[in-house]
């Protein structure tokens, strides 16, 4: 018993940097609710497996320019609309947003109600834009 002992004590440095270096390797599928996606991946979402495309931005933002036929519902009226989106449950969700907090929420809420197959587009409108990707103007 005393050698068990005596084996944590002289290597406990080493207990401690495997349990932590195992954590740090956990901590990015622990802590990720939601994926990343470039545009074409995206757009092979909608394309090919009938995506929505949910956009969170607020009202001035979405009229300045969003992607063709993209749902629009404000991260911050999410959690009190989310239900409308309850049909698209199976389906991939993309979330489009200005970078901020916002695609983090959006998908904490997706996720709290149910919803599986959620991706943030990497870069958010920004990055449709920059791809020269279609954008209606209302």
């Given at each position: 018993m005393e050698s068990e002992s005596t084996f944590l004590v002289e290597?406990?440095?080493f207990?401690?940097?495997?349990m932590l270096s195992?954590?740090?390797l956990l901590w990015p599928i622990v802590t990720r609710a939601v994926r990343e996606v470039d545009p074409k991946r995206a757009i092979r979402l909608i394309n090919y497996e009938d995506a929505l495309i949910l956009d969170?931005?607020?009202?001035?933002e979405y009229a300045e320019g969003h992607p063709p036929n993209a749902t629009h519902i404000p991260v911050e009226l999410?959690?009190?609309r989310w239900a409308e989106l309850e049909k698209f449950k199976d389906r991939p969700i993309v979330i489009i947003f200005k970078p901020g907090p916002r695609p983090g929420r959006a998908g904490a809420v997706l996720r709290k109600h149910g919803f599986k197959r959620?991706?943030?587009?990497s870069g958010g409108i920004e990055t449709w834009q920059r791809e020269n990707l279609?954008?209606?103007?209302?």
């Open positions: 290597n406990m440095f207990i401690v940097a495997a195992g954590g740090m969170v931005r607020d009202d001035k999410l959690d009190k959620i991706f943030n587009l279609p954008l209606v103007k209302k």
